[in-house]
């Protein structure tokens, strides 16, 4: 069936490192991707999204390639600061068959000064 | 204002009782979302809704119910609550008009059944 999986955290990192957090997914259709960023003790917000093979997403320096080939989505920033830390969720939404949105488990990111 | 509001934002109750968490939004959007979120293990819809007269359930909808009462309003309810609906709840809204899905979420209700 259709899934996403991102890597386990947490990640920790220090302030101006680079970051990587991995994201595969399964889908029977052609599904938009997005990551979402939630802060602690707050929801879920649209990070950046793509919705076609080759779009890359980009937003607060955080990028993300849709690449069909190989059925990922990962997520990159040049250099985090610590107020990235946060926990960062990929996801896919399809609308072939009926309405369907698949979180990954969400990845945990502290960046330390 | 924030566009997604949830009452209340936490909650502690007992096993059996009846409760309900409320959403609205201020978004214009047709389509309303309820979602929970455990350690681990992302974030589960529980149910659905396109419009005022679409109710649909989701991946674990058993021991919840909905109500959509207007565009704006949609309602979770836990009929007799038991210790493993313990979680952080989360509304969401979406516009499909875009074609991708965006979803806007509120700032979550934290739930403790003892």
């Known amino acids: 069936g259709d899934s996403v999986t991102q890597m386990e955290g947490p990640v920790t990192l220090s302030e101006e490192a680079f970051l990587t957090i991995n994201c595969t997914y399964t889908?029977?259709?052609?599904?938009?991707l997005f990551w979402y960023v939630q802060y602690p003790g707050e929801g879920l917000q649209l990070l950046l999204k793509?919705?076609?093979?080759?779009d890359k997403g980009s937003n607060k320096g955080f990028e993300a390639t849709y690449r069909k080939e190989t059925t990922s989505f990962h997520l990159e920033k040049g250099s985090v600061q610590v107020s990235d830390s946060a926990v960062y969720f990929c996801?896919?939404?399809?609308?072939?068959?009926?309405?369907?949105?698949?979180f990954g488990a969400g990845t945990r990111l502290f960046v330390k000064a | 204002d924030a566009d997604v509001t949830q009452t209340p934002r936490n909650r502690i109750t007992k096993t059996g009782k009846r409760i309900m968490l409320e959403c609205s939004q201020t978004k214009g959007h047709d389509r309303m979302y309820w979602y929970r979120q455990d350690p681990g293990l992302g974030l589960r819809l529980i149910y659905y809704s396109f419009d005022v007269k679409d109710i649909n359930k989701g991946e674990i909808s058993d021991g919840y119910s909905v109500s959509r009462q207007a565009q704006a309003k949609f309602s979770l309810s836990l009929e007799s609550a038991i210790p493993n609906q313990t979680a952080l709840y989360f509304c969401?809204?979406?516009?499909?008009?875009?074609?991708?899905?965006?979803?806007?979420f509120g700032p979550g209700t934290r739930l403790l059944v003892l």
């Open positions: 793509a919705t076609k093979a080759d």
């Open positions: 969401a809204t979406s516009d499909a008009r875009g074609g991708s899905e965006t979803q806007y």
């Open positions: 996801a896919l939404s399809l609308n072939t068959g009926g309405f369907k949105t698949i």
């Open positions: 889908a029977t259709g052609y599904p938009s």
